[in-house]
């Protein structure tokens, strides 16, 4: 599966943004997909992840409240919304996908990644 992240910019703190993983290829039906982001000098840390059916989300401790994690399997598309977003938000973010039914904390168990797209949140 390839996966295409999109939707990052330029903000300021409160303002809001709302990412897009498109994927194509095998079917996007049978992988789990979890935000990544990385900002410079730091790991790469999990956001938030999803299920391959939707029913089933993780959320990090800063995304927890302000971000939220949805998929359109018939447009093959995962989203992530950034609301109330601070500076601290500001990184490169990416996609990545799991063959597994759940979402999986373990950057290791994702097999495929998008390129990244870059928030910058301003004070």
């Known amino acids: 599966v390839q996966l295409q992240a999109s939707g990052g910019g330029s903000v300021q703190a409160g303002g809001s943004l709302r990412l897009s993983c498109a994927a194509s290829?095998?079917?996007?039906?049978?992988?789990?997909v979890g935000w990544f982001r990385q900002a410079p000098g730091k790991e790469r840390d999990l956001v938030s992840a999803?299920?391959?059916?939707?029913?089933?989300?993780y959320y990090g401790g800063a995304a927890k409240g302000r971000f939220t994690i949805s998929r359109d399997n018939a447009k093959n598309t995962v989203y992530l919304q950034l609301n109330n977003m601070k500076p601290e938000d500001t990184a490169v973010y990416c996609c990545?996908?799991?063959?597994?039914?759940?979402?999986?904390?373990?950057?290791?168990?994702?097999?495929?990644w998008g390129q990244g797209t870059l928030v910058t949140v301003s004070s």
């Open positions: 290829g095998r079917a996007f039906t049978s992988y789990s």
């Open positions: 999803i299920s391959w059916s939707g029913g089933s989300t």
């Open positions: 990545a996908a799991t063959a597994s039914p759940y979402w999986r904390t373990d950057v290791n168990a994702y097999e495929y």
